[in-house]
């Protein structure tokens, strides 16, 4: 079996993290877009108003634009995406409810400025049943995972 190392990433800090981890490790690498991609004004999270805490607030679902496939080919997933309200953003877990995910080992990553990882962990895991384990680290370098 292989190892996919999956991310979103607003800003570049999480794809970086990402992208270095999976060269270290030999992983496939699979970025996670929305189909509306986010503009500054969009991941602004001190504006009340802004697309991304509307989203969060909202639980709304956000469009995933591209598959992976062979999906069953992994067992083991790495999901990276920077922390948004103690948790992943929204489009994190649109991706996740179009996969099975039964039996996957899966260990989440998460960049933040500030931010701790909060429950993380519990929260994803609704979004991937059956998944053997989830975890969840805050990590600043793909050194920490």
Known sequence: ????????????????????????????????????????????WTNPLARCNKEQIGKKDVPVSGTIENFDNYDTVYIGFPIWYGQAPRVVYTFCKGYDWTGKTIHAFATSGGSGIGKTADKLGEYVPGAASVDAKLVHSASEI
């Open 1 to 44: 079996m292989a190892t996919l190392v999956t991310y979103f990433s607003a800003e570049g800090t999480t794809a970086a993290v990402a992208k270095e981890f999976a060269a270290k490790i030999g992983a496939d690498l699979f970025e996670i877009v929305p189909e509306q991609p986010y503009t500054a004004a969009d991941i602004k």
